[in-house]
T-cell receptor, first 117, second 112 residues
Framework: DAGVIQSPRHEVTEMGQEVTLRCKPISGHDYLFWYRQTMMRGLELLIYFNNNVPIDDSGMPEDRFSAKMPNASFSTLKIQPSEPRDSAVYFC???????????????FGPGTRLTVL | DAKTTQPTSMDCAEGRAANLPCNHSTISGNEYVYWYRQIHSQGPQYIIHGLKNNETNEMASLIITEDRKSSTLILPHATLRDTAVYYCIVRAMNTGFQKLVFGTGTRLLVSP
């Protein structure tokens, strides 16, 4: 398996522009997570999905952020309009519960480094 | 989820054992201890988890005290590639509770 795939790996945009980050989870995984990492705030969970349904979006910072999972193999995180304080590394992760209650190791993608000028 | 406390940083010589402590004095009976690490510029990577018994896998060993209020992650023969930030996370285990809350972790530097 190729692991969790994220694109783009790097994104530089100007303030006010729309940014879309993409994630392909590991095939067969039923959970998908979006995290954001900054020096100031560390690694924060933004939102997670179970079977394509958003379960907890309490970490989404504000209405400028939205996430969708139209099918089991694709998710997007959109920022509109983007602001300089959104600059961070955004990670996508997936996990599976098919192995029973003890098996929910999260597999992380390589991240997207976003810079908003 | 119970809060964890870890040292900010630790050093280890290559080839020696690295012992990373974690305090989780408010852990509940149904909460597991998880360890992840994050190598520079990469996403976090799962290492190991346990409930109350000591655990070992190909990457590390996890020693949990009898009262479960603290644990130690052991890398038996640290290599330069083990330089990373190590996160200790405590969380309940059930299919409806998948969140991981990352703290600040311990920055381990393995030197030649």
């Amino acid at each position: 398996d190729a692991g969790v795939i994220q694109s783009p790996r790097h994104e530089v945009t100007e303030m006010g522009q729309e940014v879309t980050l993409r994630c392909k989870p590991i095939s067969g995984h039923d959970y998908l997570f979006w995290y954001r990492q900054t020096m100031m705030r560390g690694l924060e969970l933004l939102i997670y999905f179970n079977n394509n349904v958003p379960i907890d979006d309490s970490g989404m910072p504000e209405d400028r952020f939205s996430a969708k999972m139209p099918n089991a193999s694709f998710s997007t995180l959109k920022i509109q309009p983007s602001e300089p304080r959104d600059s961070a590394v955004y990670f996508c992760a997936s996990s599976s519960t098919s192995g029973g209650l003890n098996y929910n190791e999260q597999f992380f993608g390589p991240g997207t480094r976003l810079t908003v000028l | 989820d119970a809060k964890t406390t870890q040292p900010t940083s630790m050093d280890c010589a290559e080839g020696r054992a690295a012992n990373l402590p974690c305090n989780h004095s408010t852990i509940s009976g149904n909460e597991y201890v998880y360890w992840y690490r994050q190598i520079h510029s990469q996403g976090p990577q799962y290492i190991i988890h346990g409930l109350k018994n000591n655990e070992t896998n190909e990457m590390a060993s996890l020693i949990i005290t009898e009262d479960r209020k603290s644990s130690t992650l052991i890398l038996p023969h640290a290599t330069l590639r083990d330089t990373a930030v190590y996160y200790c996370i405590v969380r309940a285990m059930n299919t409806g509770f998948q969140k991981l809350v990352f703290g600040t972790g311990t920055r381990l530097l393995v030197s030649p």
